[in-house]
């Protein structure tokens, strides 16, 4: 007698019914919505958007092109959390460049301080370029980025946003003068050499933080 094989349906049944129900808790999480999360998740979320945001298809989401520009890709991160940075600047008549927008709407709603920052807050930075084209670093909040991590040497990782891409630097305020340590960057440079000025290192033009978030 012939024997016929059959096709082995019930495995592969059981193989997807066990895979959705392990992704679907993960799906469940990042559909959460930014109310419902606890503080590690919103921060965790803010710092995984940053390369979502930072795409031009994300514009169409907005109602509204950013600036391909550090404060740009704050703006089009806070708005995918559910924060209409455009909209309070616009209510509140706002004005300055875009960091100084950003830094305002941070000082109202959050908290602006200097020390021990956590992964998902802003990093202010003032001297970066000569933005008044007077020949002289004398311009304050001139760059914006966001806390990605700290290691045990209290080195910062923070990402920003320059000429359309999202860079990964470094800051360590408690080596202020040193680029290197033991082969690792501590302090990212910043600012590059011009005729105006000298390069210089994130811990020498740093401003402060910012938190629009509750504590850990």
Not at 103 to 130: C, H, M, W
Not at 149 to 157: A, Q, V, Y
Request: hydrophobic letters at 40%; a positive charge; proline letters at 4%.
């Amino acid at each position: 007698m012939l024997l016929v094989k059959r096709p082995r349906i019930f495995p592969t049944f059981l193989m997807f019914v066990c895979a959705v129900w392990i992704l679907c808790p993960l799906a469940i999480g990042q559909s959460k919505d930014w109310d419902e999360m606890n503080s590690l998740e919103k921060r965790s979320t803010l710092i995984e958007s940053l390369y979502r945001v930072g795409q031009p298809s994300f514009s169409r989401k907005m109602g509204f092109t950013p600036r391909r520009d550090c404060s740009g890709l704050i703006e089009a991160m806070f708005f995918q959390a559910g924060l209409d940075v455009h909209q309070f600047i616009a209510v509140n008549q706002i004005k300055g460049n875009g960091v100084k927008m950003i830094y305002e709407f941070v000082e109202r709603i959050g908290k602006i301080f200097t020390q021990t920052p956590a992964a998902g807050d802003l990093i202010f930075f003032s001297n970066t370029y000569d933005r008044n084209h007077d020949g002289k670093f004398n311009d304050d909040l001139t760059h914006v980025g966001v806390v990605k991590s700290i290691d045990d040497l209290g080195t910062i990782t923070f990402l920003d946003q320059r000429k359309g891409r999202i860079h990964q630097n470094q800051i360590n305020l408690a080596m202020p003068s040193m680029h290197n340590y033991r082969g690792n960057i501590v302090n990212s440079y910043l600012r590059n050499q011009s005729r105006s000025g000298s390069a210089q290192l994130a811990s020498t033009l740093f401003f402060g933080f910012g938190s629009v978030l509750p504590e850990s």
